[in-house]
């Protein structure tokens, strides 16, 4: 044997490089999220060049999600046979080009369908993104590295609508589209060269680090152990409906599970109230609470900063403090949203009262938002993952193509970000109903 065959077969270095792969998936859905929210903080300067409604507007923010919704399933068909890595690339790169091509449009019809091209392109992103999560992490991590990636969904929006003001009150919106296009790029080559499909192709992972990822899971696992279980959790584990599950391996169960269809329709009510929110919420501040295009842009990143501290900590406290239970965090997040429309109904114009009260909007909505995405790693086994994830974002993001349109037309209709919030918190309070009902597999 050769000093070199000695070294592979032995392979004594302990890397943890599934850390530097979270790093890529934070910064590939951070540009992501960027490229797709940047559209709120335009919002004002279209309406006013276009000379359209509200509702015209919300359905050109509407038209991603459309698109990002008929992508998704294809998506995760593909990325259960094929893998992820290539796919991801090729989503980072066609979303940065739809995002350059957003500044180029002259016509409302030109941006509606720019947009539903950026949503065709992002759709396989997340799918990617939460396989990647799901073939690189053990089950005693999956939630916090969800949580991590969940996080650069706010982590984007706290930067973008500071930068995209300032980019457009000095040169123009067109120009926020060309600046936020040049780091996709990058990142399309960066994921390529950085990210195999699974560990076990990765040069850079070593022997140890394989093992200690494949522990307590494996694809043909017919019963696991998804929660810890405890005396301390008895009476929380009746609540929340533990029950003994097999995982579900194949794409016809995964289309009738109650518990895979339950979430995607819970996902589809809270993203109705994020997606709103980021769409809306800095005209809100502009024509509601008085505020100039500066300090709008400042003030509108309120949310998604107590988003990031949410989402972190709320993967944290499913996979540690809870024993990786998923459903208490996704009910207090629905239940804090409803409260928090209630308050935002009442909330004085004064800039630290609306500071406070969008940061423990987003604080509350993204504390449960990991789970979301956790849920269905439990459910289903490693080689569906894909698909079930794909069904879960895909209507659940629906509700962000219906969301804006539905504000937009309340807007038009009662002249009043009231009714919008009342909106919002009756979606919140349908989705606690569907999450009370879905079983927390054992």
């Not at 409604?53 to 998506?75: D, R």
């Not at 799901?134 to 929006?157: R, S």
């Not at 289903?380 to 994830?389: E, F, G, L, Q």
Request: glycine share 10%; net charge positive; hydrophobic share 50%.
């Amino acid at each position: 044997m050769s000093r070199i065959d000695a070294v592979v077969c032995t392979d004594v270095r302990k890397t943890k490089y599934r850390f530097v792969v979270l790093t890529m998936i934070f910064l590939v859905y951070a540009i992501n999220y960027a490229d797709r929210t940047n559209i709120g903080a335009v919002l004002p300067f279209i309406i006013d060049e276009f000379r359209i409604n509200n509702f015209e507007a919300g359905a050109i923010a509407s038209m991603f999600f459309l698109g990002y919704a008929v992508s998704q399933i294809p998506a995760g068909f593909f990325i259960a046979r094929r893998g992820t890595r290539g796919v991801v690339s090729l989503s980072i790169f066609g979303f940065s080009a739809f995002t350059w091509l957003m500044g180029t449009v002259s016509s409302v019809f030109g941006l509606k369908l720019v947009r539903l091209g950026l949503g065709l392109s992002e759709g396989p992103c997340p799918v990617g993104l939460a396989s990647t999560i799901n073939n690189w992490f053990p089950p005693k991590e999956k939630a916090t590295a969800t949580g991590v990636y969940i996080a650069a969904t706010m982590f984007a929006p706290i930067i973008v609508p500071p930068l995209a003001v300032w980019i457009a009150v000095t040169w123009g919106w067109r120009w926020v589209f060309y600046s936020f296009a040049i780091p996709g790029i990058v990142a399309a080559v960066a994921w390529y060269m950085l990210v195999k499909s699974a560990p076990a192709e990765s040069r850079f992972v070593s022997q140890s680090e394989l093992e200690e990822i494949n522990a307590g899971q494996s694809d043909r696992q017919t019963t696991r152990e998804n929660i810890l279980i405890t005396d301390k959790f008895t009476w929380l584990d009746k609540l929340i409906r533990v029950r003994k599950l097999a995982p579900i391996d194949t794409a016809k169960g995964l289309f009738t599970s109650k518990n895979i269809l339950g979430d995607c329709l819970a996902y589809f009510m809270m993203v109705s109230v994020l997606y709103g929110l980021l769409t809306w919420i800095p005209l809100y501040l502009v024509k509601e609470k008085g505020f100039d295009f500066i300090s709008m842009g400042l003030v509108a990143s309120m949310p998604c900063i107590g988003g990031f501290v949410g989402a972190i900590g709320g993967g944290y406290i499913s996979d540690k403090l809870l024993g990786r239970r998923r459903k208490p965090t996704m009910i207090f997040t629905a239940i804090s949203t409803v409260m928090m429309m209630l308050i935002m109904l009442n909330i004085p114009a004064s800039t630290p009262a609306v500071c406070i009260g969008l940061f423990m909007v987003g604080l509350c909505l993204n504390i449960g938002w990991p789970a979301f995405t956790a849920y269905g790693m439990a459910v289903s086994d490693v080689k569906t993952y894909p698909v079930a994830s794909s069904i879960i974002n895909s209507g659940g993001n629906l509700g962000g193509f219906v969301s804006p349109m539905v504000a937009g037309f309340l807007l038009d209709s009662t002249h009043s970000f009231n009714s919008v919030f009342m909106y919002f918190g009756i979606c919140a309070a349908i989705g606690l109903v569907v999450i009370l009902f879905l079983d927390e597999p054992r």
